[in-house]
């Protein structure tokens, strides 16, 4: 049976993402995304991946998928967004605090601060984000030399792949996306 974030098209499509290994690192719309736990260690339960995002990095501006999200930051500051596009609510969260989002709901996070940030992200199941996350990412060997991302073309193609997975990207891309200061 497949679950609900699949089709036959997708599951057999090889363009679509294959299977991660721990301690993998990929590009992903400019964030370092390393993989922590597969879902293939944990049944499927789940996937954990720590993402380093430069200032002003993090995902598309809004975006759903089927897997609950807990978010854990491990240093700088993130604002997390949550709820319809048009009006989220802003959080933001500090070393050492987490927040979790259910599937289905619009969010996004932002890098509020002036360094890299790094964020533990857990996903269940975890399927479908690693699917995303290599048929989206680049690999890197050395994180010294990493290779140049065009937005204006990666976010586009990311759009396409995360539809083709069952998930919905919302909003104009990132980089004409200007979140609204807390006040």
Do not use: C, W
Not at 118 to 125: H, N, Q, Y
Request: aromatic fraction near 4%.
């Amino acid at each position: 049976m497949l679950n609900s974030y699949e089709s036959d098209e997708v599951r057999m499509s090889p363009e679509l993402g294959g299977a991660p290994v721990v301690g993998q690192t990929l590009v992903v719309l400019g964030d370092l995304i390393t993989f922590k736990v597969t879902a293939a260690q944990s049944g499927g339960r789940l996937t954990v991946v720590e993402v380093e995002a430069p200032p002003g990095g993090g995902p598309p501006p809004m975006h759903t998928h089927v897997p609950d999200e807990l978010f854990h930051v491990i240093e700088g500051d993130v604002t997390l967004y949550v709820g319809q596009p048009d009006a989220p609510s802003r959080r933001r969260l500090a070393v050492g605090e987490s927040a979790h989002v259910a599937g289905g709901v619009p969010h996004t996070f932002r890098n509020a601060g002036h360094r890299p940030a790094r964020v533990l992200l857990v996903f269940s199941p975890g399927e479908p984000m690693e699917r995303f996350f290599t048929a989206v990412g680049h690999p890197i060997d050395d994180r010294r030399r990493l290779p140049p991302v065009d937005l204006e073309t990666e976010v586009p193609r990311a759009f396409e792949i995360g539809a083709r997975l069952g998930m919905q990207l919302l909003g104009p891309p990132r980089s004409s996306h200007k979140p609204k200061p807390n006040v």
